[in-house]
T-cell receptor, first 114, second 115 residues
């Protein structure tokens, strides 16, 4: 049981480039989300999904797109990378949309935009 | 909006001594509270949660947390700290505002346990 898998683990982008961060879970979790972690700011929610075909914005959605075509996958797309998007990105899933059970996290993607 | 606050950026404790990592919350309704731990270059791992019931919640790795409704606190505790407990600790609250459910996290507290 792999849990939540994120790829890649590290990435360096040039300003203006686009890329997709991958997230997959094998627990049949209904809820999936993306957070970014920055020093002194904790974790901030970017986007989340309560099921296949349903996505919604979080606290800091600008510059990011998501889609949820299957229950298992929830990719995060950076449309035109900016240095302000340098961060560590975490994908997290929860059993259902109530999030009463808390999250299972992936191991993170460390992104640097130069 | 629901929120949690972790007033200490860093907590230092000697190995073998008890440790406390503080968290206060602000919610409307009944709080669902969580503690997570993050080791260097790793994702966050679930430690424990409070939904209802006993005010003292026991979790992984010997940690426990005390829910105090009158003080709106949910402090993480361990009777005897280990060097291996050194990590970044996050308090979180289930947030039902804004049209969707999510966890809202504090800014984190770095715990350093020294010999």
């Amino acid at each position: 049981n792999a849990g939540v898998t994120q790829t890649p683990k590290f990435q360096v982008l040039k300003t203006g480039q686009s890329m997709t961060l991958q997230c997959a879970q094998d627990m049949n979790h209904e809820y999936m989300s993306w957070y970014r972690q920055d020093p002194g700011m904790g974790l901030r929610l970017i986007h989340y999904s309560v099921g296949a075909g349903i996505t919604d914005q979080g606290e800091v959605p600008n510059g990011y797109n998501v889609s949820r075509s299957t229950t298992e996958d929830f990719p995060l797309r950076l449309l035109s990378a900016a240095p302000s998007q340098t961060s560590v990105y975490f994908c997290a899933s929860s059993y259902d949309r109530t999030v009463n059970y808390g999250y299972t996290f992936g191991s993170g993607t460390r992104l640097t935009v130069v | 909006a629901q929120s949690v606050a972790q007033p200490e950026d860093q907590v230092n404790v000697a190995e073998g001594n008890p440790l406390t990592v503080k968290c206060t919350y602000s919610v409307s309704g009944n709080p669902y509270l969580f503690w997570y731990v993050q080791y260097p270059n790793r994702g966050l791992q679930f430690l424990l949660k409070y939904i209802t019931g006993d005010n003292l919640v026991k979790g992984s790795y010997g940690f426990e947390a005390e829910f105090n409704k009158s003080q709106t606190s949910f402090h993480l505790k361990k009777p005897s700290a280990l060097v291996s407990d050194s990590a970044l600790y996050f308090c979180a609250v289930r947030d039902l505002t804004g049209g969707g459910n999510k966890l809202t996290f504090g800014t984190g507290t770095q715990l350093k346990v020294e010999l």
